[in-house]
Protein backbone atom coordinates (compact mmCIF):
# COMPACT_ATOMS: atom_id res chain seq x y z
CA UNK A 1 0.00 0.00 0.00
CA UNK A 2 0.96 3.62 0.24
CA UNK A 3 3.30 5.07 2.18
CA UNK A 4 3.16 8.27 4.29
CA UNK A 5 5.82 9.46 6.30
CA UNK A 6 6.18 12.30 9.31
CA UNK A 7 9.42 13.30 10.35
CA UNK A 8 10.29 14.34 13.22
CA UNK A 9 8.95 11.34 15.06
CA UNK A 10 9.03 13.05 18.38
CA UNK A 11 10.11 16.39 19.42
CA UNK A 12 11.05 18.30 22.62
CA UNK A 13 11.14 22.17 22.32
CA UNK A 14 11.08 24.55 24.93
CA UNK A 15 7.62 27.60 25.56
CA UNK A 16 7.52 30.23 22.47
CA UNK A 17 9.32 28.28 19.88
CA UNK A 18 7.84 27.39 16.91
CA UNK A 19 8.50 23.81 15.44
CA UNK A 20 8.08 21.95 12.02
CA UNK A 21 6.40 19.16 11.45
CA UNK A 22 6.90 17.39 7.61
CA UNK A 23 4.28 15.10 6.11
CA UNK A 24 5.88 12.85 2.76
CA UNK A 25 3.65 10.85 0.43
CA UNK A 26 6.33 8.67 -0.53
CA UNK A 27 5.16 6.64 -3.72
CA UNK A 28 2.22 8.58 -4.65
CA UNK A 29 1.11 12.20 -5.09
CA UNK A 30 -1.39 13.65 -3.01
CA UNK A 31 -3.27 17.17 -4.12
CA UNK A 32 -4.74 17.08 -0.58
CA UNK A 33 -3.33 15.88 2.90
CA UNK A 34 -5.36 16.30 6.19
CA UNK A 35 -3.35 17.71 9.56
CA UNK A 36 -5.25 15.67 12.86
CA UNK A 37 -4.44 16.02 16.49
CA UNK A 38 -4.62 13.82 19.42
CA UNK A 39 -4.51 14.09 22.82
CA UNK A 40 -3.47 10.69 24.93
CA UNK A 41 -6.94 8.41 24.85
CA UNK A 42 -8.31 10.61 23.02
CA UNK A 43 -9.50 10.44 19.16
CA UNK A 44 -8.42 12.43 15.92
CA UNK A 45 -9.56 15.73 15.50
CA UNK A 46 -8.99 17.00 12.18
CA UNK A 47 -7.49 20.45 12.05
CA UNK A 48 -7.20 21.58 8.89
CA UNK A 49 -7.09 20.16 5.33
CA UNK A 50 -3.79 21.26 3.10
CA UNK A 51 -3.95 21.76 -0.58
CA UNK A 52 -0.93 21.49 -2.92
CA UNK A 53 -1.01 25.11 -4.43
CA UNK A 54 -3.69 26.90 -2.51
CA UNK A 55 -4.51 28.12 1.08
CA UNK A 56 -5.09 25.15 3.85
CA UNK A 57 -8.73 24.86 4.85
CA UNK A 58 -9.21 25.09 8.58
CA UNK A 59 -11.62 23.69 10.88
CA UNK A 60 -13.55 25.93 13.41
CA UNK A 61 -11.66 26.31 16.52
CA UNK A 62 -8.01 25.91 14.93
CA UNK A 63 -5.92 29.18 14.63
CA UNK A 64 -4.65 29.75 11.30
CA UNK A 65 -1.75 31.92 12.37
CA UNK A 66 -0.76 29.31 15.17
CA UNK A 67 -0.86 26.38 12.93
CA UNK A 68 0.61 27.18 9.60
CA UNK A 69 0.48 24.94 6.75
CA UNK A 70 2.40 24.57 3.84
CA UNK A 71 1.60 22.11 0.90
CA UNK A 72 4.50 23.35 -1.49
CA UNK A 73 4.40 20.10 -3.70
CA UNK A 74 2.47 17.09 -4.68
CA UNK A 75 4.23 14.97 -1.87
CA UNK A 76 5.22 17.39 0.61
CA UNK A 77 3.11 19.51 3.24
CA UNK A 78 4.37 20.80 6.45
CA UNK A 79 2.66 22.02 9.73
CA UNK A 80 4.48 24.70 11.92
CA UNK A 81 3.57 25.37 15.70
CA UNK A 82 4.41 28.58 15.82
CA UNK A 83 5.16 30.33 19.37
CA UNK A 84 4.13 26.88 20.74
CA UNK A 85 3.17 26.21 24.79
CA UNK A 86 2.57 23.16 27.10
CA UNK A 87 -1.02 23.15 25.61
CA UNK A 88 0.11 22.60 21.79
CA UNK A 89 1.64 19.01 23.03
CA UNK A 90 0.26 16.53 21.77
CA UNK A 91 0.39 13.66 18.88
CA UNK A 92 -0.08 15.18 15.35
CA UNK A 93 -1.11 12.81 12.37
CA UNK A 94 -1.34 13.88 8.94
CA UNK A 95 -2.86 11.60 6.63
CA UNK A 96 -3.43 11.52 2.41
CA UNK A 97 -6.43 9.67 0.44
CA UNK A 98 -5.31 7.06 -1.91
CA UNK A 99 -6.03 8.76 -5.36
CA UNK A 100 -7.16 11.52 -6.26
CA UNK A 101 -10.40 11.72 -4.02
CA UNK A 102 -11.00 12.00 -0.24
CA UNK A 103 -13.84 9.88 -0.07
CA UNK A 104 -10.96 7.32 -0.73
CA UNK A 105 -9.27 5.42 2.05
CA UNK A 106 -6.39 7.54 3.86
CA UNK A 107 -3.33 6.23 4.39
CA UNK A 108 -1.75 7.91 7.76
CA UNK A 109 1.35 8.89 8.84
CA UNK A 110 3.15 7.23 11.97
CA UNK A 111 2.12 10.73 13.70
CA UNK A 112 4.62 13.57 15.50
CA UNK A 113 4.69 13.68 19.50
CA UNK A 114 5.31 16.72 20.21
CA UNK A 115 6.20 17.81 24.28
CA UNK A 116 6.60 21.27 24.77
CA UNK A 117 7.98 22.31 28.22
CA UNK B 1 -16.04 18.13 14.45
CA UNK B 2 -16.86 14.37 15.63
CA UNK B 3 -19.33 12.81 14.30
CA UNK B 4 -19.04 8.96 14.99
CA UNK B 5 -19.94 7.45 18.80
CA UNK B 6 -18.06 3.90 19.42
CA UNK B 7 -19.37 1.30 22.01
CA UNK B 8 -18.43 0.27 23.60
CA UNK B 9 -15.24 2.24 25.35
CA UNK B 10 -13.14 -0.82 26.30
CA UNK B 11 -13.29 -4.55 25.51
CA UNK B 12 -11.25 -7.27 26.84
CA UNK B 13 -11.51 -10.83 25.45
CA UNK B 14 -9.61 -14.49 25.27
CA UNK B 15 -7.38 -15.17 22.19
CA UNK B 16 -9.66 -17.09 19.89
CA UNK B 17 -13.50 -14.73 20.54
CA UNK B 18 -14.67 -12.69 18.39
CA UNK B 19 -14.74 -8.90 18.97
CA UNK B 20 -17.66 -7.07 18.39
CA UNK B 21 -17.92 -2.84 18.38
CA UNK B 22 -20.43 -0.27 17.28
CA UNK B 23 -20.48 2.88 15.70
CA UNK B 24 -23.25 5.42 15.24
CA UNK B 25 -23.50 8.62 13.42
CA UNK B 26 -25.23 11.52 13.06
CA UNK B 27 -25.67 12.88 9.50
CA UNK B 28 -25.80 10.98 5.67
CA UNK B 29 -22.09 9.90 4.57
CA UNK B 30 -20.28 8.85 1.14
CA UNK B 31 -18.69 5.97 3.10
CA UNK B 32 -17.95 4.83 6.37
CA UNK B 33 -14.57 3.26 6.97
CA UNK B 34 -13.01 1.80 10.12
CA UNK B 35 -8.87 1.74 11.08
CA UNK B 36 -6.65 0.30 13.71
CA UNK B 37 -4.34 2.46 16.08
CA UNK B 38 -1.77 0.66 17.84
CA UNK B 39 -0.50 2.46 21.29
CA UNK B 40 1.48 5.35 20.22
CA UNK B 41 1.91 4.89 16.41
CA UNK B 42 -0.37 5.86 13.32
CA UNK B 43 -3.73 4.33 11.65
CA UNK B 44 -4.07 1.62 9.33
CA UNK B 45 -6.40 1.20 7.53
CA UNK B 46 -8.75 -1.79 7.72
CA UNK B 47 -12.30 -1.66 5.90
CA UNK B 48 -14.27 0.77 4.14
CA UNK B 49 -17.67 0.58 3.09
CA UNK B 50 -19.67 2.69 0.62
CA UNK B 51 -23.34 3.68 1.77
CA UNK B 52 -24.71 1.42 -0.93
CA UNK B 53 -23.19 -1.37 0.83
CA UNK B 54 -24.56 -3.45 3.54
CA UNK B 55 -21.94 -5.83 4.72
CA UNK B 56 -18.27 -6.31 4.03
CA UNK B 57 -15.48 -8.49 4.40
CA UNK B 58 -11.99 -9.08 4.87
CA UNK B 59 -9.82 -11.71 6.12
CA UNK B 60 -11.02 -11.88 10.19
CA UNK B 61 -12.91 -8.90 9.92
CA UNK B 62 -17.19 -8.41 9.04
CA UNK B 63 -18.28 -4.71 8.69
CA UNK B 64 -22.22 -3.99 8.44
CA UNK B 65 -23.47 -0.99 8.00
CA UNK B 66 -27.09 0.11 8.52
CA UNK B 67 -27.42 3.79 7.25
CA UNK B 68 -31.19 3.48 8.57
CA UNK B 69 -30.34 3.18 11.62
CA UNK B 70 -27.22 5.40 11.16
CA UNK B 71 -25.16 2.32 12.41
CA UNK B 72 -21.88 0.62 11.51
CA UNK B 73 -20.80 -2.63 13.20
CA UNK B 74 -16.75 -4.59 13.30
CA UNK B 75 -16.94 -7.81 14.14
CA UNK B 76 -12.85 -9.52 14.46
CA UNK B 77 -13.37 -13.27 14.20
CA UNK B 78 -11.01 -15.74 16.28
CA UNK B 79 -9.10 -12.46 17.99
CA UNK B 80 -5.21 -12.56 18.61
CA UNK B 81 -3.44 -11.36 20.59
CA UNK B 82 -1.75 -9.16 18.17
CA UNK B 83 -5.36 -7.97 17.02
CA UNK B 84 -4.88 -5.80 20.54
CA UNK B 85 -5.41 -2.47 19.60
CA UNK B 86 -8.03 1.25 19.39
CA UNK B 87 -10.51 0.67 16.80
CA UNK B 88 -11.76 3.94 15.24
CA UNK B 89 -15.34 4.76 12.64
CA UNK B 90 -14.50 7.27 10.69
CA UNK B 91 -17.44 8.81 8.43
CA UNK B 92 -16.21 10.37 5.45
CA UNK B 93 -18.27 13.36 3.57
CA UNK B 94 -15.30 14.28 1.76
CA UNK B 95 -13.02 14.47 4.98
CA UNK B 96 -13.07 11.91 7.86
CA UNK B 97 -14.40 12.41 11.57
CA UNK B 98 -13.52 9.65 13.61
CA UNK B 99 -15.68 8.51 16.45
CA UNK B 100 -14.06 8.24 20.16
CA UNK B 101 -12.79 4.93 19.36
CA UNK B 102 -13.03 1.25 20.81
CA UNK B 103 -9.72 -0.25 22.98
CA UNK B 104 -9.93 -3.88 22.14
CA UNK B 105 -7.51 -5.80 24.63
CA UNK B 106 -7.00 -9.98 23.61
CA UNK B 107 -5.56 -12.01 26.43
CA UNK B 108 -3.32 -14.59 25.41
Known amino acids: GAVVSQHPSWVICKSGTSVKIECRSLDFQATTMFWYRQFPKQSLMLMATSNEGSKATYEQGVEKDKFLINHASLTLSTLTVTSAHPEDSSFYICSAPRGSSSYNEQFFGPGTRLTVL | SQQGEEDPQALSIQEGENATMNCSYK?????LQWYRQNSGRGLVHLILIRSNEREKHSGRLRVTLDTSKKSSSLLITASRAADTASYFCATNDYKLSFGAGTTVTVRA
Open chain 2, 27 to 31: TSINN
